[in-house]
């Protein structure tokens, strides 16, 4: 696939190898306001690649600069996400504008990017995360239409398999038990950034509501039912197998 060039000043030095690719939707009502904002030093936004709907790529800025596309955020240990990782903004309207579907063509043309990046750079499938994995509470993006199912069968990611329909709550807010620790625990392993209070907190829910955004799409609610827990036994479960 054929990759167009456009440069964007909002760039500096890498601090970190890289390790991380981070997706993104553009949250925007186009395609061009994205890319627009991306290139406007005012904005002091940018990533490396936009992914347009009719499957175009577009790259702003080198893969080797340090792009500024995540923000406060953490992942496995690494505060400066941006130094770590490599962002694709996918355009999509997002949850402002009905969060459309992501159509075939484009998505076709992240898993070409994704696996082109990941084999560049030698990154594993556990980094390959969204912005809401890395920023809970802040992002929301790629958003739960997004079908990380389809990446993960191709090697993008992970996924869970043979998960448990039991949806009966376990832990909500406020409660404090030391199941809550042991999913806290889990979610650590996978690269999350908890704490392990053993705390039904405002940041554990968050932390939860990108968890079931991610990996549990049909139920976003942050509780920590039976299904979740069984989910999050199976990532981490399957990242130590891994290792």
């Not at 770590?84 to 579907?101: M, Q, R, T, W």
């Not at 650590?188 to 799409?217: C, H, N």
Request: aromatic share 6%; with cysteine; proline share 5%.
């Amino acid at each position: 696939m054929k990759i167009r060039r456009l440069s964007s000043p909002n760039f500096d030095e890498r601090k970190l190898p890289i390790s991380i690719l981070v997706l993104h939707y553009t949250g925007m009502e186009s395609g061009q306001a994205a890319i627009d904002r991306l290139c406007d030093p005012k904005a002091k936004v940018s990533a490396h690649y936009v992914v347009e709907e009719n499957g175009d790529i577009i790259q702003l800025v080198d893969e080797d600069k340090r792009a500024w596309h995540a923000g406060v955020s953490s992942w496995n240990g690494i505060a400066d996400i941006n130094s770590a990782s490599i962002g694709i903004e996918i355009v999509n309207g997002g949850h402002d504008f009905g969060l459309p579907d992501f159509p075939d063509v484009q998505i076709g043309a992240v898993l070409w990017l994704s696996q082109a990046i990941m084999k560049r750079h030698n990154i594993k499938p556990r980094n390959v995360v969204g912005h809401s994995d890395v920023a809970p509470g802040r992002k929301i993006d790629p958003g739960e239409k997004f079908p990380w199912h389809l990446l993960a069968a191709e090697g993008i990611g992970l996924w869970p398999e043979g998960v448990i329909a039991d949806q009966r709550i376990l832990f909500d807010a406020g409660d404090r038990d030391r199941g809550i620790a042991a999913a806290q625990t889990g979610l650590a392993s996978i690269g999350y950034g908890v704490e392990v209070t053993g705390v039904m907190d405002g940041k554990t829910i968050a932390l939860v509501e990108a968890f079931q955004r991610r990996y549990r799409p049909s139920k976003i609610d942050g509780r920590i039912d039976l299904q979740t827990l069984d989910v999050i036994g199976k990532i981490a479960s399957s990242l130590s197998d891994s290792n």
